[in-house]
């Protein structure tokens, strides 16, 4: 087990610095390209290539990270207003039937992400083969369908309902141990 918990510490950590390092970029590549062009009149050439490598790492890889905070987009209006046995149960299925539909894009994914790479395709400026950027989506699937199974596991594991492997669900929260930004409902 001590191997397993330094694993998912080792894969958490990857996965931040990924996420991070996306948004970084982005960024930069943004305000470089706004400053380059109030300047020195053309655009960076590269900027847009790069950015866009960053955008889809950070969406792909995003997916396993906020699954195991319990951080993706629900429609919880049903979720929230029904029993705690129904939620329960609803906290195993839904999971369960994530991870089918993400390991079922990645298998779709990566047959796509072949036909790039026998294309040979490359980028119009840095000439970086494209199959690179988009080895990201099979894995984010990937990743992604092993959280939502973790979900699983945990939830039948435990008593308590999660939403995450990292996050209890918000109607299990008292109200006096909630964080300020547990109660913020988008």
């Known amino acids: 087990m001590k191997f397993l918990d330094k694993l998912d510490k ?15 970029v982005i960024a930069l590549m943004v305000c470089a390209n706004v400053i380059s062009r109030q300047l020195f009149g053309p655009s960076i050439l590269f ?13 792909f890889m995003g ?17 929230d207003i029904v029993p705690w046995r129904l939620r329960k149960a609803m906290a195993i299925i ?30 119009t400026n840095l000439e970086i083969p494209l199959y690179i950027m988009y080895l990201f989506i099979p894995l984010g ?6 959280q939502y199974l973790r979900n699983l596991i945990i939830n039948i594991v435990k008593k ?3 939403i995450g492997t990292d996050a209890l669900d918000y109607n299990d929260i008292k109200p006096e141990d909630r964080d300020m930004e547990d109660e913020i409902h988008v």
Do not use: C
């Open 160 to 162: 308590e309902v999660y």
């Open 47 to 59: 900027h847009a290539e790069v950015a866009k490598f960053a955008v889809v790492g950070s969406t």
């Open 94 to 123: 839904i999971p369960l039937f994530t991870s089918i539909i993400l390991f079922a894009l990645a298998y779709i994914s990566i047959d796509y992400v072949n036909g790039v790479y026998e294309r040979g395709t490359t980028t």
């Open 10 to 24: 080792s894969i958490l950590k990857i996965e931040e610095f990924i996420l991070s390092a996306s948004i970084i």
């Open 63 to 79: 997916i396993s990270y906020a699954a195991r905070k319990g951080r993706h987009i629900s429609m919880s209006a049903i979720y």
């Open 141 to 146: 699937f990937i990743m992604g369908g092993i």
